[in-house]
Structures are given as C-alpha cells and as structure tokens.
C-alpha cells in the first residue's frame, strides 16, 4: 500500500474515533438534563403558580378598594360637565388655529 492510503486510513480511523467520542459526551449531556428536566420544570411552574396567585390577590384587593368607595353621582356629573366644556374650547381654539393659519398663508 502506498503512503497516501495509509494517511487516508488513519485520517478516517481517526476522524471516526474523534465524532464517537463527541456523540458519547452529548448524549452523556443530554442523558443529564432530561434528568434535571422534571425538576427544573416543577421549579417554573411553581413560580409561575404563586406569581399568579399574587397578582390574582392584587387584583381582588384593588377591586375590593373601588368597591368601597362612595359613588358621588353628582360630582361625576359635574365632572362630565366640565369635560364637555373643555372639549368644546379645544374645538374652538381648533377652528380659531385654523382661521390664524388660513389668514397667514
């Protein structure tokens, strides 16, 4: 056999050797975080779980507040009122804006 068939025999004896030796480790890697999977998994949940247990609790005590405060029909009135007049001097100031720009051009 010529030198170049022993080269080529070696680099694929070689090379094969190498890919085998890297496949064991990842499965070796693989094998150890299914493992851990389940645990890490369980972990999650329950942070998830007791996150929204929390923000259920904010949301309840938040709704519980508005519940107890005294409805005020006539202040609420007075506010519509009051914002329905801001709402006609912004139209105004609005087609006062445009007769100033019309005016200009």
């Given at each position: 056999?010529?030198n170049s068939?022993?080269?080529?025999?070696a680099a694929?004896?070689?090379?094969?050797?190498k890919?085998?030796?890297?496949?064991?480790e990842?499965?070796?890697?693989?094998?150890?975080?299914a493992?851990?999977a389940?645990?890490i998994?369980?972990?999650?949940?329950d942070?998830?779980k007791?996150?929204?247990?929390?923000e259920?609790?904010?949301?309840?005590?938040a709704?519980?507040i508005?519940?107890?405060?005294p409805k005020n029909?006539?202040?609420?009135?007075k506010?519509?009122?009051?914002?329905?007049?801001?709402?006609?001097?912004?139209?105004?100031?609005?087609?006062f804006?445009?007769?100033?720009?019309?005016?200009?051009?």
């Amino acid at each position: 056999m010529a030198n170049s068939d022993f080269l080529l025999k070696a680099a694929i004896k070689k090379v094969t050797e190498k890919l085998n030796e890297i496949l064991v480790e990842k499965i070796e890697e693989a094998t150890s975080i299914a493992q851990d999977a389940p645990e890490i998994l369980k972990k999650e949940f329950d942070s998830l779980k007791e996150s929204i247990i929390e923000e259920a609790s904010r949301m309840e005590k938040a709704e519980n507040i508005q519940d107890n405060e005294p409805k005020n029909t006539y202040q609420n009135h007075k506010i519509k009122n009051a914002l329905s007049e801001i709402e006609d001097i912004n139209k105004q100031i609005e087609l006062f804006n445009k007769k100033i720009n019309n005016q200009i051009k």
